[in-house]
């Protein structure tokens, strides 16, 4: 199974600043079609999870352009250029390229 | 509006069974691929199932294989997965997940509540 690494675990950030969470993976994961399947979502408090982006660097409708995400092979990155309060929780990343899909840990987003 | 309701889910005792529905509206749910997601309380998200969108291939995670079986209904736009021979290590919130192109797993049910418990 391919296994994902999250860092930081915890992440407390001071609003209007930038926050990044790194995912390592154990080995890479490029499906037939050439494409890397690796998703972030996030999941707030008493909340399903939400996708964020998908292969890698594609924002799902919807979500601010505050976050992109980037990397390849194995070590990716999700950004957040200015932190605002409703991006508190915890953030996940995902690969769907082989079964089983696998998350990392997640990371919790705090507020300082 | 695209939604996924589940229904099922509760309190039940170590070895028994039970079976969880996702009922599905506002999208074409038999161009779609659905899985199973669950997540232990306090803890992280753990897939567990995918269904073809005509049913016609299966996954499991290694932790449920030949104790949950994921199914559909087309015609009535219903996920099910019916969870034998239950844990206590099976306690967790279950999600039902439409699967989209580009594998995105862009639409999640609200989650219900399975407790193994004596």
């Known amino acids: 199974d391919i296994v994902l690494t999250q860092s930081p675990l915890s992440s407390p950030v001071t609003l209007g600043q930038p926050a990044s969470i790194s995912c390592r993976s154990s080995q890479t994961f490029v499906y037939s079609d050439g494409n890397t399947y690796f998703n972030w979502l996030h999941q707030r408090p008493g909340q399903p999870p939400r996708l964020l982006i998908y292969k890698i660097s594609n924002r799902i409708s919807g979500v601010p352009d505050r976050f992109s995400g980037s990397g390849a092979g194995t070590d990716f990155t999700l950004k957040i250029s200015r932190v605002e309060a409703e991006d508190v929780g915890i953030y996940y990343c995902m690969q769907a390229t082989e079964f089983p899909h696998t998350f990392g840990q997640g990371t919790k987003l705090e507020i300082k | 509006q695209e939604q996924l309701v589940q229904f099922g889910g509760g309190v039940v005792q170590p070895g028994r069974s039970l079976r969880l529905s996702c009922a599905a509206s506002g999208f074409s749910f038999r161009s779609h691929g659905m899985h199973w997601v669950r997540q232990a309380p306090g803890k992280g998200l753990e897939w567990v199932a995918v269904?073809?969108?005509?049913?016609?291939?299966?996954y499991y995670a290694d932790s449920v294989k030949g104790r949950f079986t994921v199914s559909r209904d087309n015609s009535q736009n219903t996920l099910y997965l019916q969870m034998n021979s239950l844990r206590a290590e099976d306690t967790a919130v279950y999600y039902c997940?439409?699967?989209?192109?580009?594998?995105?797993?862009?639409?999640w049910s609200q989650g219900t509540k399975v407790t193994v418990s004596s």
């Open positions: 269904i073809w969108y005509d049913g016609s291939n299966k």
């Open positions: 997940v439409r699967w989209n192109d580009d594998r995105r797993s862009d639409l």
